[in-house]
Every structure is written in structure tokens, then in C-alpha cells.
């Protein structure tokens, strides 16, 4: 059983930066593919950005291509998410999971953890 702890969240201007982290309580984590997703009030949840199991694929949704940088430290257990040029529309609850390639890129994942909430304000 991996357990996902999200943390980098919290209150932010439009166009300033925040680094989001997702630690992981097993080694075995490195065995997954990793993806954060996020969830708008009112909204589905839907897939940010995704990273392979050796770092070596990446996937982004459109909407943050070219802001967002994900990218995995395997020996510490943790997956970062960079967000920079950040607008109000990004305001949501921020997700980590850990699953297949393909399954985190179909939104469905292994583990879960339980979101911390990112809010840029105009």
C-alpha cells in the first residue's frame, strides 16, 4: 500500500510560482508511473500533467503546457510539480496519484492521496 502526502499548496498572485511536492511511504513508488491531477469547484477532476516511471515520458494538458513542470526524484520518493505564470484559472484542489502509464493519462490510478488546495487570486 503506497501512501501519497501532497504539500506546496496555498495562496498565490496571478503570474507568481508554486512548487507542489508529493512525497510516497514506499520505495515501491518508483515502480509507478505518477500524475497530478486537480479538481475546480464545481468541476471534474481532471488530469495535469503525468510522468513515466523512469522520468523519461512526460504528458501536459494543453492548459498548462509550457507553465507546469512535473518531474521525480526516485531515491527520495517524491514527484514535484512546478507552476509558474499561474492564473486564477488554475485555482483547484491538487492531486497526486501513482498507477500505470496508461491508466494515470485515463485518470485512473492505484493510490491516491488527498489533494492540498492551490488558490491564485487576480
Known amino acids: 500500500q503506497v501512501q501519497l502526502v501532497e504539500s506546496g499548496g496555498g495562496l498565490v498572485q496571478a503570474g507568481g510560482s508554486l512548487r507542489l511536492s508529493c512525497a510516497a511511504s514506499e520505495r515501491t513508488f518508483s515502480n509507478y508511473a505518477v500524475g497530478w491531477f486537480r479538481q475546480a469547484p464545481g468541476k471534474e477532476r481532471e488530469i495535469v500533467t503525468a510522468i513515466s516511471l523512469s522520468g523519461g515520458n512526460t504528458y501536459y494538458a494543453d492548459s498548462v503546457k509550457g507553465r507546469f513542470t512535473i518531474s521525480r526524484d526516485n531515491a527520495k520518493n517524491t514527484v514535484y510539480l512546478q507552476m509558474n505564470s499561474l492564473k486564477p484559472e488554475d485555482t483547484a484542489v491538487y492531486y497526486c496519484?501513482?498507477?500505470?502509464?496508461?491508466?494515470?493519462?485515463?485518470?485512473?490510478?492505484?493510490?491516491w492521496g488527498k489533494g492540498t488546495l492551490v488558490t491564485v487570486s487576480s
Open positions: 496519484a501513482a498507477g500505470s502509464w496508461v491508466g494515470i493519462k485515463a485518470t485512473r490510478a492505484n493510490y
